[in-house]
Structures are given as structure tokens and as C-alpha cells.
């Protein structure tokens, strides 16, 4: 026998066992527990860990399966392949009860997960790794026991309960809000679209996840009591200096002995509209700016060619917080799109979530606070 024949009956019986494997696909991996506050507060290590293991799996065979069916030429070949990847379990695509859990104890450290979504994203592992930076411990290695054993220290509930009052609402919303500059500076305010925004920012949270742990629930009717994630107070001390780390999308505050006292995923430029380099200082901070527009100085939006004023608010293009930098035109700010923070690019200037912003800011000194640019 050749060897090329000993190839095809090597690869004849990989074939063979690849099919029976595929036609007997392993079973679903074990969903997460229901989102109530005590599935939240009970959820471990171990079994969050478990799920993980299982999620990647049957990711992988999933992948296997599509490039299986995308590599196959004959028409019957493809269709066995396609449904070979049918009979593969889809993992359940929903917040974890472990995540939202820790991602609320992140936060309550400062060590800012940006929106609490209960997802394992990159801004959950930016969290955990400056979560270790701050503790002192190795930065790489993520969400291990030792960091786990750190975190969960804080036994207080990572969910709390809250009455919602009328002025929640009946708050100052605008439901429908143009992209166009134009005309959005023609309102008065940029406000949340609705209660469930407002209430999900208060709450550091993610829309789909506040309704995901209140189903049912009517957010236009005062009185109703809700979950939602208890992340505890500001950062406090004062901040001396803060770098802004292009290269990990992430921003830093330390105080005077160097001590990091907060950390938070941040949008930094783009290719088109780079941030600027160096060292500057901070001027001031202002909450709830109106937004100038100027496509001579800055960038154009659309066909808007001329300078525009924005009213302010949290859905304006900066957000509910503005924090001027020494260099003209430059700012630390706020975002209408919380969930996007180091997904996307901005226009030169750093964005992070309003309520991170908002942390910043309280602690900040005017004309003496220092703020680096570092690749």
C-alpha cells in the first residue's frame, strides 16, 4: 500500500470519527441561574467557571461545524454539514448572575466595568485587570480564585431594592432625539429617552439588564418597587494626576502618594481625530455643558458646515460632564452611549461613561491636577 493510500485511510477514519462525534453533539452547556437577587448573591466561582469551560466548548464545535460547512464544495456534502451544525447547542446568550455580581463588586472597588451588563467582555477583563493592579497583585492572569476571594470580601448584596418615584417618571425626557446636529440644537434639553435609560444610568447598568432583573415591570408607573445594582459611593481623596493609556483605552487617577484611586475604560481618539500627547493640566470640571460645534476647529458632522451651539444634557454629544483641558479644544467627558465606551472612537478627546466622568470630576483640583497622554 502507498503511503498517499495510508493518508486517505488515516483521514477516511478521522472522517468517520468526526461524524459520529458530530452526530451525537455534546449536550448544551448548563445555563445560569434566573436573575433574582438571591441567584446573584449565591452565584460562585466554581459553577460560574464551569459555565465558562462548557460556553467555550461548544463555541469552539459551533466554529468547527460553520468552517465544516463553508469548506465543502458538493451540494450534499454542504447540506450534511449544515446539519451537522443545526444539531450543535446554541450556549444561552444572556447575563450571567456571577458577572453582574462581580462586575458590581468591580465597581463598588473603582475599578470600573463600565456598564454592569453581567457579560464577559473586555471591559470586564479591563476591570479585573486594574483591579489587580490596585490590590498590588500580578496585572495578568484575570478573574482567578485569589482576585475572586478579594473581591467577594465585600459580602454586602450586590442588588438592592428601589421605589420608583414620580419624578423618575415623569422626568425631562426626550423619546425621540436626531443624530443630525442641526437639529438637535434646535431643542432646549438632550435629555435620557425614558425612565428605564435615566434609571439604568443612575445605576451604572446596562438597559436590557435592569429589565432583564424586573420582568414585567412597568417603568411608567410610580410606586413600583425594582432591583437594581447597589454600587456604592463615589472614589474619595484627591486627585493629583491621571494618565490616559491610548494603547489599553483605559483611564487612571492617583493621588498625591501615588495611590491609584480609580480606574475606568475610556474611548481615546481615532486614526482620523487623534488625542493629543503630553502633559497638560485640568481647568475645571462642568456638569451638563452646552456643546459648541465647530467643523473649522474640530471635525464635521453630516453636511453641517456651520458652527452650532447643543443644549446640554446626558444624551448630548458629550454627555453630562465636561472636563476642560489646558490644551484648546481637548476634554475628559461623558458619553449618550455608556455601553459603546472603548468600543468605538472619538473625536480626539477621552469619553467615558457619565457617571465615571462625574467620578472624576468630584475629585479633581482645578489648574493643579495633571493629566498625561502615554502610548
Known amino acids: 500500500m502507498s503511503v498517499v493510500s495510508k493518508c486517505a485511510v488515516v483521514a477516511l477514519g478521522l472522517l468517520v470519527s468526526w461524524s459520529a462525534a458530530a452526530a451525537e453533539p455534546r449536550p448544551a452547556p448548563p445555563p445560569p441561574s434566573e436573575l433574582t437577587s438571591q441567584a446573584v448573591d449565591a ?9 465558562s469551560e462548557a460556553r467555550a466548548t461548544a463555541d469552539a464545535d459551533r466554529k468547527t461545524a460553520a468552517e465544516a460547512v463553508a469548506k465543502a464544495r458538493k451540494k450534499k456534502d454542504k447540506a450534511a454539514a ?22 458590581v463588586l468591580l465597581d463598588r472597588a473603582h475599578a470600573s466595568p463600565g456598564v454592569i451588563d453581567g457579560r464577559d467582555g473586555d471591559n470586564f477583563k479591563k476591570a479585573v485587570r486594574a483591579f489587580r493592579e490596585m490590590r498590588g497583585m500580578p496585572i495578568d492572569g484575570g478573574l482567578d480564585p485569589e482576585v475572586w476571594a478579594a473581591l467577594s470580601a465585600d459580602t454586602a448584596p450586590a442588588l438592592k431594592p428601589y421605589v420608583i418615584y414620580s419624578e423618575d417618571v ?6 425621540k432625539l436626531p443624530a443630525d446636529y442641526a437639529k438637535l440644537a434646535k431643542l432646549k434639553w438632550l435629555g435620557y ?14 438597559p436590557p439588564l435592569l429589565r432583564a432583573l424586573n420582568p414585567g415591570v412597568d417603568f411608567k408607573t410610580a410606586g413600583v ?8 459611593g463615589f472614589a474619595e481623596g484627591t486627585v493629583r494626576r491621571v494618565t490616559v493609556d491610548k494603547k489599553l483605552g483605559e483611564l487612571r487617577a492617583y493621588d498625591d502618594a501615588d495611590k491609584i484611586l480609580m480606574i475606568a475604560p475610556a474611548t481615546i481618539g481615532s486614526p482620523d481625530t487623534p488625542s493629543p500627547e503630553g502633559k497638560m493640566t485640568i481647568n475645571g470640571a462642568f456638569p451638563d455643558p452646552h456643546y459648541i460645534y465647530d467643523p473649522k476647529k474640530n471635525f464635521q458632522q453630516g453636511k453641517n458646515t456651520r458652527k452650532l451651539t447643543l443644549p446640554p444634557g446626558p444624551n448630548g454629544p458629550v454627555g453630562a460632564m465636561w472636563i476642560d483641558l489646558s490644551k484648546p479644544t481637548y476634554g475628559i467627558h461623558g458619553t449618550p452611549e455608556p455601553s459603546q465606551i472603548s468600543k468605538t472612537a472619538s473625536h480626539g478627546c477621552v469619553r467615558l461613561t457619565n457617571w465615571d466622568a462625574a467620578e472624576l470630576a468630584r475629585m479633581i483640583e482645578p489648574k493643579v491636577t495633571e493629566v498625561e497622554f502615554v502610548d
Not at 449544515?82 to 462586575?103: N, Y
Not at 415623569?170 to 423619546?175: F, V
Not at 418597587?225 to 456604592?232: S, W
Open 193 to 206: 429617552r425614558d425612565a428605564v435609560e435615566m434609571l439604568s444610568e443612575r445605576f451604572h447598568m446596562d
Open 170 to 175: 415623569n422626568g425631562r425626557y426626550e423619546d
Open 225 to 232: 418597587t425594582i432591583r437594581v445594582a447597589d454600587v456604592g
Open 82 to 103: 449544515r446539519e451537522r451544525l443545526a444539531k450543535l447547542p446554541k450556549p444561552e446568550d444572556g447575563a450571567d448572575p456571577f458577572l453582574v455580581r462581580a462586575q
Open 43 to 51: 452565584a460562585d466561582f466554581d459553577g460560574w467557571r464551569a459555565r
